[in-house]
């Protein structure tokens, strides 16, 4: 089985990302984009993303489209990369599901951020660097939050930040966010209201990511997770699940078993591993296994095993070197090449490409195996793609990789599934933006196929 995984990931380390196309300007319209209209575009953008119901999205995609008749899909792209407009309403507390937030600030740290999904509200505390400026994106580092923080007030939830944000301060990252979620204490293993499968835990945190960006100002292409033991094993899920919004994870002291049969998820996203090479709890063997497996797979891994150290201190000390490594990668925004297994479409995202309907849906078990896998390369004006229980996908078509002004050719499983030019769309460039949480890397068409 690791051969054929070789042999189908290694032109993927070869073909990271593709250079920009020089193209002609696209979009229905020729009207200049007027300043006012481009603030409007960016309000109505974060006013979307900070209604975690999506009730918004109709009023954001409907001035996309308006403005997409009138004006250059380019110019409209460049003001949605310009990111969401933030002010010092951005902070203050909202009202989320049918009550008011209410904040408990413990120094830098806010608690009580919160957010609605399949109707609970999942709440998330913020450590704010000093200095920080809204008009200046920064990157983002994510506890997934340990479960044993359950029954701890608001003053203690805020002390687990300390320890990441002095891991921070240790490798000089010092103008980094940082947040650490409720989400595993609350619907993880063993939470408060009842263990939710984990394929809709790690779309919560794709929820997560939605709120918080628009509150605060993060840097798409600079988003990391770091965990360790339980924590660690969601840093590992959520790079397996979301793999095409984080720049890096960093799990420590963490079981592997969960991701061994989903490692070309992992194809974009750089992995740093701290492990004690005594730990009695998770046995070193996984970790050693697994980043043996991803290093023959030409992917990027750290592997750092800690001589002498157990499930302590001596292992969660040195994350500080992990974060470092990290920070000089972020995120590959426009590959070339993607793979993905799935389970079910929680998470349905694989950069350019989104899973719409599978053959037979999974049970959404971190254990259990992967029900489909889609393969997709651009080369020049050609999509290949390749699948296994898919039966419905889209294309996001990404103006960095094809000309939307000349043909597009797909080829599905051998066969021709189209041919032809594809309109540049910036209502779909919206809503894809929105689905993502991502106003850097922008898609200018949109291509619904079926397998043939």
């Known amino acids: 089985m690791l051969a054929t995984l070789a042999l189908a990931l290694a032109p993927l380390s070869l073909t990271l990302a593709s250079p920009s196309l020089t193209l002609a300007p696209l979009g229905a319209g020729d009207k200049p984009l007027a300043p006012a209209d481009a603030k409007k575009l960016r309000q109505s953008f974060t006013e979307a993303l900070g209604d975690s119901t999506k009730k918004c999205d109709g009023k954001a995609l409907a001035l996309a489209k308006t403005l997409g008749a009138k004006h250059p899909w380019g110019?409209?792209?460049?003001?949605?990369?310009?990111?969401?407009?933030?002010?010092?309403?951005?902070?203050?507390?909202?009202?989320?599901?049918?009550?008011?937030?209410?904040?408990?600030?413990?120094?830098?740290?806010?608690?009580?951020?919160?957010?609605?999904?399949?109707?609970?509200?999942?709440?998330?505390?913020?450590?704010?660097?000093?200095?920080?400026?809204?008009?200046?994106?920064v990157p983002l580092l994510v506890d997934p939050g340990h479960g044993s923080g359950a029954d701890e007030d608001d003053r203690g939830k805020a002390g687990f930040l300390e320890y990441f944000r002095n891991q921070a301060n240790e490798a000089n990252l010092r103008d980094w966010l940082i947040a650490r979620t409720e989400i595993v204490e609350q619907i993880g293993a063993g939470g408060k209201r009842g263990a939710k499968p984990e394929d809709q835990v790690a779309r919560a945190f794709a929820g997560f990511l939605r709120d918080v960006s628009s509150r605060f100002a993060i840097d798409p292409d600079r988003v990391?997770?770091?965990?360790?033991?339980?924590?660690?094993?969601?840093?590992?899920?959520?790079?397996?699940?979301?793999?095409?919004?984080?720049?890096?994870?960093?799990?420590?002291?963490?079981?592997?078993?969960?991701?061994?049969?989903?490692?070309?998820?992992?194809?974009?996203?750089?992995?740093?591993?701290?492990?004690?090479?005594?730990?009695?709890?998770?046995?070193?063997?996984?970790?050693?296994?697994?980043?043996?497996?991803?290093?023959?797979?030409?992917?990027?891994?750290?592997?750092?095993?800690?001589?002498?150290a157990a499930h302590d201190f001596g292992v969660f000390g040195e994350l500080d070197r992990a974060l470092l490594w990290l920070a000089k990668s972020p995120r590959v925004a426009h590959p070339a090449r993607v793979a993905k297994h799935l389970l079910t479409l929680e998470t349905p995202w694989c950069h350019w490409l989104r899973v719409d309907e599978l053959e037979k849906p999974g049970d959404g078990r971190a254990g259990s195996k992967p029900v489909a896998f889609v393969d997709g390369a651009i080369e020049g004006q050609r999509v290949t793609l390749s699948s296994r229980g898919v039966k419905r996908l889209t294309l996001a078509l990404d103006p960095e990789l094809v000309d939307l002004a000349t043909p597009l050719e797909v080829i599905w499983n051998g066969k021709s599934v189209h041919t032809g030019v594809v309109a540049p769309d910036f209502e779909a460039t919206l809503g894809f933006a929105l689905e993502k949480t991502d106003w850097r890397a922008l898609y200018a068409g949109r291509l619904e196929l079926r397998a043939p």
């Open 224 to 308: 990391y997770f770091a965990g360790l033991s339980q924590t660690g094993f969601w840093s590992w899920y959520v790079g397996r699940a979301l793999s095409d919004r984080v720049a890096g994870i960093a799990p420590m002291s963490s079981v592997t078993w969960h991701v061994n049969a989903y490692l070309e998820n992992f194809a974009h996203v750089p992995i740093y591993v701290l492990h004690g090479e005594n730990d009695p709890i998770c046995r070193v063997e996984q970790p050693r296994a697994t980043c043996e497996a991803l290093t023959k797979l030409g992917l990027r891994v750290e592997y750092d095993e800690i001589d002498g």
């Open 75 to 137: 110019e409209l792209a460049d003001a949605l990369r310009a990111g969401p407009v933030y002010d010092a309403k951005s902070t203050k507390p909202r009202k989320v599901g049918k009550e008011q937030e209410k904040f408990t600030e413990v120094g830098k740290t806010t608690v009580g951020f919160s957010f609605e999904c399949d109707g609970l509200v999942l709440r998330y505390a913020v450590d704010v660097p000093p200095g920080y400026d809204a008009k200046e994106p």
